[in-house]
């Protein structure tokens, strides 16, 4: 397809951590860029989470020169601003998938250079997951949280929009919150520090793969599984597979392919038809239980 200055659109997606989730970013992009006729780059998938890493991979990404659109999921939400801005001023567009910068609100200054952030409503997720774990655990007893990072902005609201939904149960008290930086083996220590200083905790959640697999696995070490109840958040083959053997209790599936595939899509509206971008795209999201995890139309909201 020859769009944008009479020549074939290139768009880059530059993965910010190899898992399942961004794989599946990278699934709908391809399919959304075969759709569309678009040259997609895919930078590499880094092995470990952070700026410093993340950092060098985009500005190695916009130096190749042939980028009109680059997508990707910021590792910090103030460290990645000036680089971001940077590659913007060379002249390609910026779209932040799964993770945003500033505030997330692109629709004024000082940072509406972004043309979308295309990712699930975080808070309002940690907010429901609240609510149903809180129904788990007949609404009293003491909970624990195990995260990732206190400057990534989607873990950042999942822990907000959690401690928001607990906080209408008065008998449900919060007894901490740790963060393991993407450990899952950091995040079993922690749960299992935590379960030693608090043995009546009775429901965790992990706000990611990480911090989930390492909450069940320290439970099930501790003989606790099925007696402290797991709220997780991301569907992978893993967690979906802990579900079914009630290791774990709860999963939040958000739609990484989707996102993708509408980063994809809505810059070829941009530069094919000067379509206006909306500035915030919520793909939604879908809770696992055992109940429903075997319903044959619940299966494409597994990261496979």
């Not at 951590?17 to 678009?38: N, R």
């Not at 409503?121 to 940690?126: E, P, S």
């Not at 879908?286 to 990261?303: C, G, K, L, M, S």
């Given at each position: 397809m020859v769009g944008f200055a009479g020549k074939k659109l290139k768009f880059a997606w530059c993965?910010?951590?190899?898992?399942?989730?961004?794989?599946?970013?990278?699934?709908?992009?391809?399919?959304?860029?075969?759709?569309?006729?678009?040259?997609?780059?895919?930078?590499?998938?880094?092995?470990?989470?952070?700026?410093?890493?993340?950092?060098?991979?985009?500005?190695?990404?916009?130096?190749?020169?042939?980028?009109?659109?680059?997508?990707?999921?910021?590792a910090s939400k103030d460290a990645l601003i000036p680089v971001l801005k940077e590659i913007y001023d060379m002249g390609i567009e910026i779209i932040t998938v799964d993770t945003y910068i500033g505030d997330g609100d692109y629709t004024h200054p000082p940072i509406d250079f972004p043309?979308?952030?295309?990712?699930?409503?975080?808070?309002?997720?940690?907010?429901?997951?609240?609510?149903?774990l809180a129904k788990m655990i007949g609404e009293k007893g003491k909970?624990?949280?195990?995260?990732?990072?206190?400057?990534?902005?989607?873990?950042?609201?999942?822990?907000?929009?959690?401690?928001?939904?607990?906080?209408?149960?008065?008998?449900?008290?919060?007894?901490?919150?740790?963060?393991?930086?993407?450990?899952?083996e950091k995040a079993q220590a922690q749960v299992a520090a935590a379960l030693q200083a608090h043995p009546d905790i009775v429901g965790i959640f992990g706000t990611n793969l990480y911090s989930a697999q390492g909450a069940y696995q320290a439970v099930v070490n501790a003989g606790l599984t099925g007696v402290v109840k797991i709220?997780?958040?991301?569907?992978?083959?893993?967690?979906?597979?802990?579900?079914?053997?009630?290791?774990?209790?709860?999963?939040?599936?958000?739609?990484?392919?989707?996102?993708?595939?509408?980063?994809?899509?809505?810059?070829?509206?941009?530069?094919t038809q000067n379509a206006k971008v909306p500035k915030r795209i919520n793909p939604g999201f879908?809770?696992?239980?055992?109940?429903?995890?075997?319903?044959?139309?619940?299966?494409?909201?597994?990261?496979k």
């Open positions: 993965p910010t951590i190899t898992d399942p989730f961004y794989f599946m970013i990278g699934k709908g992009a391809k399919a959304a860029a075969e759709k569309y006729g678009i040259d997609l780059f895919v930078s590499e998938y880094p092995k470990a989470w952070g700026p410093d890493i993340q950092i060098p991979i985009l500005k190695a990404v916009a130096a190749r020169g042939d980028i009109d659109l680059m997508f990707t999921g910021p043309l979308s952030f295309i990712g699930t409503d975080n808070f309002q997720g940690g907010v429901e997951v609240a609510h149903r909970v624990f949280i195990e995260t990732t990072n206190p400057d990534v902005s989607s873990v950042v609201e999942r822990v907000n929009g959690f401690k928001k939904g607990i906080a209408d149960y008065p008998n449900i008290e919060i007894v901490g919150v740790e963060y393991n930086l993407d450990s899952q709220a997780s958040w991301d569907a992978t083959v893993d967690l979906i597979n802990a579900l079914k053997a009630g290791k774990v209790d709860l999963v939040l599936a958000q739609r990484p392919y989707d996102m993708g595939y509408l980063a994809v899509e809505w810059g070829y509206k941009y530069f879908f809770f696992f239980t055992r109940e429903n995890v075997n319903d044959p139309e619940a299966q494409r909201f597994i990261y």
